[in-house]
């Protein structure tokens, strides 16, 4: 992973915290899990928990009992990992032991198969593992069996090892990154929302739009692109924690994976040679540059709403980053005439879409001043960028020419966490300097996210991008 950017920039530049660990190592030092065991565990989890335990011990990880975790209210410290084996009534539910819903992940550990097939669709996938979160009101899900084990994320991810306790390598690499940072939709104080300030009337929205609409059209019928699970469908165990879902997804109407995002125009500056004030320090492999930072603008889809079956002038909303007093500091634009009905909430993704784009402003800056005679800025200066992320992996033979593979070693952490966003900046330097060294031409770069899905970033329209992934089939004819 690249170190291109140093931690108090990447905190500037989109706010993600100093303290967020990026290495797995880090990760492992932050960890801080308790162990809190359901009334009556059987002898398949109880001989599970202590295996993890032991897993967990030798790599420096204390896990700490129930009692030595809970402040003197009962509830257990903000930043805790909750390992929650076991079935629980609803009075002993971990979620009833925490301070706020956003410091703790509560991990349930059931002794049965995970609820799949080899035969179930990424939807079905995803509503099955939705479900369980809300009736037991956890974050990430485990399941034993005799002969493995498997973890599901709330980002409809799914991985299984086929041994019947933790292996202390499957633990360091899969399940630590996993239970270092919680999925977060952005919160009110983290940027400023202009409810009607998307005018959709423009001749540049119609543009965008109908790029957005060929894209969804092209989407509809591959089942990787998952649409939306309902939480007014889900089966809850009261009201009460119907509303407490309800809070945690910021009054969301349900579940959604993937966007598509059409990065705005944004004519760069040529990076320097020698430092200046105001001026970011990006540390590449022939030397330090120095970039100035520009604000950018993105038209993406709504959180929630169905892209494979798209409604421009109600599912696609602006964010973007303002530079104030060297920080940058996130927006959303609704659009103008929204229905009340109509609920736009910022994706999850937002701050992962933003580290993208600006991604791109700093690379085409940097090309400019070692690559003069390069294509990429003059496009973002006139065209912009198209991002695409979805669910699932692209074959070798559907990756576009000029664009550079990353983030296939990065720890597999979930959507929506201040790492996902580091990894997609720091990844983009080095698709970039993968292109220098091989001195052929940068168009855009291919971002890996193990147990997660990808991010197409480049050059190519949103349709171009998914007519790629989603080629006609063949002997059909208009």
């Not at 059931?110 to 939705?130: F, G, K, N």
């Not at 009460?240 to 579940?255: E, H, K, W």
Request: proline letters at 7%.
């Amino acid at each position: 992973m690249s170190n291109s950017i140093n931690s108090s920039s990447l905190h500037d530049l989109l706010g993600i915290p100093l303290d967020t660990p990026l290495s797995i190592d880090e990760m492992c030092g932050r960890l801080h899990p308790v162990l809190y065991p359901a009334p009556g565990l059987s002898a398949r989890l109880e001989q599970f928990c202590n295996a993890l335990v032991v897993a967990m011990e030798s790599l420096g990880i204390s896990v700490l009992s129930a009692e030595e975790a809970s402040g003197e209210d009962g509830r257990f410290s903000p930043g805790t990992v909750i390992l929650a084996p076991g079935y629980f009534p609803d009075d002993l539910l971990a979620i009833n032991r925490v301070t706020t819903l956003y410091n703790n992940i509560i991990v349930g550990i059931y002794d049965e198969p995970a609820p799949l097939t080899r035969d179930s669709s990424p939807q079905q996938r995803l509503d099955a593992i939705v479900g369980r979160l809300a009736r037991d009101m956890v974050h990430i899900l485990v399941y034993v069996t005799d002969q493995s084990w498997t973890i599901c994320t709330m980002n409809g991810g799914v991985v299984t090892f086929p041994t019947p306790f933790p292996l202390q390598e499957d633990v360091r690499c899969s399940l630590v990154p996993k239970l270092t940072a919680q999925v977060v939709p952005p919160r009110a104080e983290e940027l400023d929302i202009m409810p009607g300030a998307l005018h959709t009337g423009t001749e540049e929205f119609e543009t965008v739009a109908t790029d957005f609409m060929q894209c969804s059209a092209l989407w509809s019928n591959n089942a990787s692109l998952l649409t939306h699970t309902s939480t007014q469908g889900l089966d809850y165990r009261s009201a009460f924690y119907q509303r407490i879902v309800a809070r945690y997804l910021d009054q969301r109407s349900g579940m959604s994976y993937g966007f598509f995002a059409s990065q705005r125009p944004v004519a760069v500056e040529p990076a320097l040679l020698s430092a200046g004030a105001g001026l970011l320090s990006v540390r590449l492999q022939r030397g330090d540059i120095f970039v100035p930072v520009p604000e950018i603008r993105v038209i993406t889809t709504r959180s929630g709403c169905r892209k494979n079956h798209l409604d421009p002038k109600g599912d696609l909303v602006e964010i973007g980053l303002i530079q104030r007093d060297g920080k940058g500091r996130a927006y959303l634009k609704t659009p103008a005439g929204l229905s009340s009905g109509t609920i736009a909430k910022p994706s999850f993704d937002t701050l992962t879409i933003l580290a993208h784009a600006l991604g791109n402003a700093l690379v085409a800056s940097i090309l400019m001043t070692l690559h003069p005679e390069s294509g990429f800025p003059l496009h973002l200066a006139r065209m912009g960028a198209s991002i695409t992320h979805w669910h699932d992996y692209p074959g070798l033979c559907q990756l576009p020419g000029g664009y550079y593979l990353h983030g296939e070693s990065n720890p597999p952490v979930a959507c929506s966490t201040p790492q996902s966003a580091a990894y997609s900046l720091l990844g983009k330097i080095a698709a970039l300097e993968s292109a220098l060294e091989q001195g052929r031409e940068y168009r855009g770069d291919v971002h890996i996210e193990p147990n997660h899905g990808t991010n197409i970033v480049g050059i190519l329209s949103l349709a171009e991008t998914a007519l790629l992934l989603n080629p006609p089939l063949s002997g059909v004819h208009d």
